[in-house]
């Protein structure tokens, strides 16, 4: 998430679970990771 710093704080001081994962098992990391963003 590139220039999305204050986002990310946002749901993290939200209590937003970073390790959600989707049906397949994937994290938003994973999904970020494969699409190639920052």
């Known amino acids: 998430m590139f220039g999305m ?7 993290l001081s939200l209590g937003v679970n970073i390790n959600a994962k989707e049906e397949n098992g ?13």
């Open 5 to 11: 710093s204050s986002l990310c704080e946002s749901f």
């Open 26 to 38: 994937m994290t938003a990391l994973h999904v970020a990771t494969l699409t190639d963003q920052k």
